[in-house]
Nanobody
Framework: QVQLVESGGGLVQAGGSLRLSCAASGRTFSSYAMGWFRQAPGKEREFVAGITWSGGNTGYADSVKGRFTISRDNAENAVYLQMNSLKPEDTAVYYC???????????????????WGQGTQVTVSS
């Protein structure tokens, strides 16, 4: 069992930056693939970024590629999402998620994730 707690959300102007953090409990965190998802009002939850258990491979949605960076620190049981050049369309609740299946590639499919945090709100003003 893994518990995930996101933090770092807030209100920022367009063009600004935020760094989201996800703190995980559990001794097996280092074996999980991790991902960040987001859900805007009236829209489905969508994949943002994913990272393998080792941190060696990452993947991004086209909409955030080049602006967002996912990373992890297995010693600290944490995963991060650095968000730069934020746009109003990035406004959403951001969730981190964990996938128990060990994989050498980032996991893009929302259905593959087993554990979810409660989310943190990111609002980008124009």
């Amino acid at each position: 069992q893994v518990q995930l707690v996101e933090s770092g959300g807030g209100l920022v102007q367009a063009g600004g930056s935020l760094r989201l953090s996800c703190a995980a409990s559990g001794r097996t965190f280092s074996s999980y693939a991790m991902g960040w998802f987001r859900q805007a009002p009236g829209k489905e939850r969508e994949f943002v970024a994913g990272i393998t258990w080792s941190g060696g491979n990452t993947g991004y949605a086209d909409s955030v590629k080049g602006r967002f960076t996912i990373s992890r620190d297995n010693a600290e049981n944490a995963v991060y999402l650095q968000m730069n050049s934020l746009k109003p369309e990035d406004t959403a609740v951001y969730y981190c998620a964990a996938d128990r299946v060990i994989s050498g590639t980032p996991v893009f499919d929302i259905a593959e994730y087993d554990y979810w945090g409660q989310g943190t709100q990111v609002t980008v003003s124009s």
